[in-house]
C-alpha cells in the first residue's frame, strides 16, 4: 500500500534521517515513536506531499485514500460540526457550502447540490457522521453549531469523527489522543481496533499503542528500525537488541585490542614477524561492528519539596457551581486529606477541570463553602496557566524567578527534561509555541512546588521521557495532588485514589486506577459507553440518584488494611526476585572477570580453537549478564512501585 524508499530529510546542519525506509500493507497497525525533533511529523509530511524529501520516493498504490489528522490546528470554518464530519470528499465540502450559501428553494445551484448530496448517500452518511460524534462526546445540540465557535480541542475530535466517517485506506494520526477524555479514548481504541484500513499513528501514550498497534517503527539517530507486536514488546525487543549489539560489539573490541597488541609486541621480531603480519591482514578483513548508539542521558534531578500542611487539606460542604443555566455541580460535599493523590476520572464534561477551578479558587461558586486547610498552599495548572509568563525573559530566566536555592546547572536539567535543550533555554518565551509555553509553565510550578498541587492534563506536549521525568518528581513530591489525565500509564504510575465524577455526582474508590476498574465495572461497560457519552455534559441540576457519598469510614479503612495486606505480601515477593537477580549478577560477573583475565594472557591464543571457545563463552556470559540486568530494572522498579 505505502513503500517509502531511501528517504533522507535535513534542515540546515541537522539531518533528520538518512536513507530509511519504510513498508506498509493493507490493514497493518503501526506506531511511530521516537524522541521529539527525531523527524516524526516531518516523514508524515513527506508521505502527505507537503514536504519534499532530500532523496529517496514515495510510492503509493494507485487509487490508496489517505485521511490524515495533524497534531494541532486543524482547520474549521462556517460548516456546522455535522457538516465538518461528514466532508469527507471536496466535491461533499463544495456541496455544503453551496446549501449554506444559497438560500432560494428553488434556485437551481440548491437543486443541483441536493440531488448529488441524495447520489452521494448524503443522508446516511450525516447519520453515521452523528453516531461518532455522539461517541465523542458531542452533544445532539452540537451538531448544527457552526465548527469555528468551539475550542480547538474539539475542533480536532470533528477532524477525528470526519476520518472515521470517511474510512480511508490509510489513516494517518498525529497524537490524536491529545484532546480525548478518558472515557472517549476508550471508545475511539475500540474503534481503531475494528477498523479495517491500515493505521500508522504518532503517539506519546504507551496505553494506547499498547491497545492498537502489531508494530513499532521508531526513528532515532538518523535512523528507522522496525519492531512486530505492540509497545511493550517494542521495549522488550528493543532491550534484546540492543544488548546482543553491546555484547557482539565488546567481544570484537577486545579480539580487536589483543590482535593490535600482538602486532605491536612481536611485529619487530623476526621469529614473530610472520605471526604479526597475518593478524595485521586479519585485522585489515575484520568488518567492524558499529559502537551502540548512545541513548538519550537520562536526568536525574530532584525538586523543592513544600513545606508541611495541617491533615485537612481542603473542604467543599454543599457547593453550587454553575455556568448561566448550565449547573454543574449541585451540593456538592468534598474533603481533601494530606497526602492523597488522587485522580480525577470522568466523561468530558462532567466537571472535571471545574471541580479544580473550585479548590483553585478560581471559579465563583453560587451556594455552600469550601474551606483550605491550615497552612496550605494551592498550585494550579492548566493551559491558562502561562497567562503568568513574562513574555520578554528567557526560558532560563524565567524558570529561575521562582527558583530558591537552586544552581543554575539543576535547573537548566530540569528543563531539558521539559525538551528545553541547549541554546532553547535562551529563547525569548513570546517566540514559545503554545506547548512550549505550557511546558514552561509546568517547570515553574515544579521548581516552587505548593503542598497541594492541582494539575489538568499536564502531560500534553511531553514526550515519554518527559513524562518519565514528570512522573519521577511527582513520585518524590510529599505534598497532596489531585489531579485530571487521559495518559493511563500516568494515572497507574501516580493515583493512589480515584475520583469518579458523573453527571455532577462523585463517587470515591479507596484505590489506584486499576482497583477503580475493578470496582465500578468500567472494563466490561466500555463497548457501552456511546449511550452514557450523549449525555457527558450535565444539562442541569443532577439528581440524587447514583450518589455515592455513603462510603463509611469503617469501609474505607477496612478497604485500606486489606489493601496494605496485599502490598505487604507482594512486596516480599518483589524483595525476594530482586535479591536472586542480584545474587546471578554477581555470579555472572565473576566468571566474567575470570574470563577477561584468561582472555588478556597472550598464551590462551597459542591454541586458536580454546581461544576462540574462551570468545564465545565471553560473549555468552555479556549477553546473559545484559539480560539479567534487565530483569533486575523490572524488578527494582516493580519493587519501588510497592513501595
Known amino acids: 500500500m505505502l513503500t517509502v524508499s531511501q528517504i533522507s530529510k535535513g534542515f540546515g546542519q541537522k539531518t533528520l534521517f538518512t536513507d530509511i525506509s519504510l513498508r506498509l500493507l493493507r490493514g497493518e497497525r503501526i506506531g511511530l515513536v521516537g524522541p521529539n525533533g527525531a523527524g516524526k511529523t516531518t516523514l508524515f509530511s513527506i508521505i502527505m506531499g507537503e514536504l519534499e524529501a532530500d532523496s529517496g520516493e514515495i510510492e503509493l498504490e494507485r487509487d490508496t485514500r ?56 448524503g443522508y446516511n452518511l450525516e447519520a453515521k457522521a452523528k453516531r461518532i460524534l455522539a461517541g465523542l462526546a458531542f452533544r445532539h445540540e452540537d451538531y448544527d453549531m457552526p465548527a469555528r465557535t468551539l475550542s480547538g480541542g474539539w475542533i480536532m475530535r470533528a477532524h477525528l469523527a470526519r476520518l472515521l466517517v470517511m474510512e480511508p485506506d490509510l489513516l494517518m494520526l498525529d497524537e490524536p489522543t491529545n484532546h480525548l477524555d478518558l472515557e472517549t479514548l476508550g471508545w475511539f481504541q475500540n474503534q481503531l481496533k475494528r477498523y479495517s484500513g491500515a493505521i500508522l499513528t504518532i503517539s506519546h501514550d504507551r496505553e494506547f499503542l499498547n491497545a492498537i498497534c502489531d508494530g513499532i517503527v521508531e526513528i532515532a539517530h538518523s535512523k528507522l528500525h522496525r519492531y512486530v507486536g505492540n509497545y511493550e514488546k517494542y521495549l522488550k525487543e528493543k532491550a534484546e537488541r540492543e544488548a546482543q549489539h553491546l555484547a557482539a560489539y565488546n567481544n570484537q573490541q577486545r579480539e580487536i585490542a589483543h590482535l593490535e597488541d600482538f602486532v605491536r609486541r612481536f611485529r619487530a621480531k623476526a621469529s614473530k614477524a610472520s605471526q604479526a603480519q597475518a593478524r595485521m591482514k586479519q585485522l585489515e578483513k575484520m568488518e567492524r561492528i558499529a559502537p551502540p548508539e548512545s541513548a538519550a542521558d537520562t536526568i536525574h534531578f530532584k525538586f523543592p519539596q513544600p513545606q508541611r500542611s495541617g491533615q485537612r487539606i481542603a473542604q467543599l460542604d454543599q457547593v453550587k457551581q454553575a455556568y448561566g443555566e448550565h449547573v454543574v455541580y449541585e451540593d456538592l460535599s468534598l474533603e481533601i486529606e494530606k497526602g492523597q493523590r488522587t485522580v480525577l476520572v470522568g466523561p468530558n464534561g462532567a466537571g472535571k477541570s471545574t471541580l479544580l477551578k473550585i479548590l483553585a479558587e478560581l471559579v465563583p461558586i453560587q451556594a455552600g463553602s469550601r474551606e483550605l486547610g491550615h497552612n496550605v498552599t494551592v498550585g494550579y495548572f492548566s493551559q491558562q496557566r502561562v497567562e503568568v509568563l513574562d513574555m520578554e525573559r528567557s526560558v532560563l530566566d524565567e524558570a529561575m524567578d521562582r527558583t530558591s536555592g537552586t544552581s543554575e546547572q539543576n535547573v537548566r536539567s530540569i528543563l531539558g527534561a521539559f525538551l528545553f535543550r541547549g541554546d532553547d533555554v535562551f529563547k525569548k518565551v513570546k517566540v514559545l509555541s503554545g506547548g512550549e509555553k505550557s511546558r514552561l509553565a509546568l517547570v515553574k510550578l515544579l521548581l516552587a512546588p505548593p503542598n497541594f498541587l492541582l494539575l489538568d492534563e499536564p502531560t500534553t506536549h511531553l514526550d515519554m521521557p518527559s513524562i518519565d521525568a514528570l512522573i519521577g518528581a511527582l513520585k518524590d513530591y510529599s505534598g497532596t495532588l489531585l489531579f485530571v489525565s487521559h495518559d493511563v500509564h500516568f494515572i497507574r504510575a501516580i493515583a493512589e485514589t480515584t475520583i469518579q465524577i458523573q453527571a455532577g455526582q462523585v463517587t470515591h474508590y479507596a484505590g489506584n486506577y486499576d482497583y477503580y476498574l475493578r470496582k465500578s465495572g468500567a472494563e466490561s461497560e466500555q463497548s457501552g459507553l456511546i449511550a452514557g457519552l450523549k449525555n457527558a455534559r450535565p444539562d442541569g441540576a443532577p439528581t440524587t440518584e447514583g450518589n455515592h457519598l455513603t462510603i463509611s469510614a469503617k469501609e474505607r479503612r477496612r478497604i485500606a488494611a486489606e489493601e496494605r495486606k496485599a502490598a505487604g505480601k507482594a512486596r516480599k515477593q518483589a524483595e525476594a526476585r530482586v535479591a536472586k537477580v542480584e545474587a546471578d549478577i554477581i555470579q555472572l560477573e565473576a566468571e566474567q572477570a575470570e574470563l577477561s583475565k584468561q582472555l588478556e594472557d597472550p598464551t590462551a591464543y597459542a591454541d586458536p580453537a580454546a581461544a576462540k571457545e574462551l570468545n564465545i563463552k565471553a560473549a555468552r556470559i555479556a549477553k546473559y549478564l545484559e539480560e539479567k540486568n534487565y530483569e533486575w530494572e523490572l524488578a527494582s522498579e516493580e519493587l519501588s512501585q510497592i513501595n
Do not use: H
Not at 470528499?89 to 432560494?104: A, F, G
Open 66 to 121: 489517505i485521511g490524515f489528522l495533524p497534531q494541532e490546528s486543524a482547520p474549521a470554518g462556517d460548516e456546522t460540526v455535522a457538516e465538518l464530519a461528514t466532508s469527507i470528499s471536496p466535491e461533499m465540502t463544495q456541496i455544503y457550502k453551496t446549501l449554506r450559501e444559497v438560500s432560494d428553494p428553488d434556485a437551481p445551484e440548491r437543486l443541483a447540490a441536493i440531488e448529488r448530496f441524495v447520489e452521494l448517500d
